[in-house]
């Protein structure tokens, strides 16, 4: 459903530049992707860091 709304938005900013909406629907569809992948990233980074604080504070206890 993500992807829909971002291939839909990509398409009405392209068109308003008087293109078919193609370029900015595959655009759509790409960043609704990344923001996906970045957010998962993002994600297990913070884990990953409060993993390795806790550890630092268990050894330095």
Known sequence: ???LIGTAVGAA???KDG????KGAA????????IKFTA?????AAIGW???ALARRARDA
């Open 1 to 3: 459903m993500k992807n």
């Open 13 to 15: 900013i392209d068109r």
């Open 19 to 22: 293109d078919s909406g193609i």
């Open 27 to 34: 655009a759509g569809y790409a960043v609704s992707g990344l």
């Open 40 to 44: 998962k990233l993002a994600t297990v």
């Open 50 to 52: 409060g993993a390795i």
